[in-house]
């Protein structure tokens, strides 16, 4: 009986019964935290911008660090897709060239347009529900995936489009961290258009909008990585249902196929669905 009651206590410090509909509160003590304690910070619409580039920073900074030491480092090295071809000083350079051209010219700009044009956040008192958090982020994954999907489609079958917007993207044919962003200013902004618009389409709370731009750029460093390791998205989502890092890899090998930049139905139900296979490099060169 007493460990009833405690289950019982603890059962009840999750859901809290409003209007007969039990809520779980799960997040609500990270939200209570969030609204006392960084306020004016979370309403700036500058916020999901400065998030978002600050993420890709961090994972970029730590995947280039494990680039340059998987030379020496055979536990590594085990690890990437290209193991025989190590990500030199001149990729490097040459990929954070074109990412800080982006920023200072698409992304600055971009920030500074929401920053006078878009109001303040709204921060409802309430967080949202563990369940409504996690189906928003799937929500808006599901939607930006069909629209990359569809922009990435024309931007290979229509030659001119490939030339003038996407060709830049496919300079590296085995991508490493810093190629995610080795992008032209119309792709760069039509990717963050998405990840802005989705979130407000789905109606989404501000949580679970800022959760799903964290997870976005994470797995689209994830996609160009050029790891796979134990942890990676496609080996965690059941029933290849995941694309993740080969078969984006894949598609900067032949670049016909896998579309999709996350899941992989469209490229399932539209015939240009490939995994990848050890001699991908070989046959690229075939
Ligand atoms: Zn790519
Ligand atoms: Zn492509």
Redesign the pocket.
Known sequence: IGSFHSFRTFFLSWYNVTDGQPRDLVLQPVWDYLHQNHHDLLRSPLFPVVLSVTTYFLLVGVYTTLDLLAPTWPRINHYRLHPDKPVTWPNIWNTLGVTIYNHLFFIFPAAVAQWLWRPPTPLPPEAPTLWSFFLGILGCMVVFDFQYYLWHLLHHRVPWLYRTFHAV??QYNQ?FSL??Q?LSGWELFCVGFWATVDPILLQCHSLTTWGFMVFNVYVSTE??CGYDFPWATHKLVPFGLWGGAPK?DA??QRPGTNFA?FFSHWDQLGGTHTQRKRCEGLLFLL
Do not use: K, M, R
């Open positions: 993207h496919h991508p190629v995610t080795h996609d160009h984006h598609h900067h930049p």
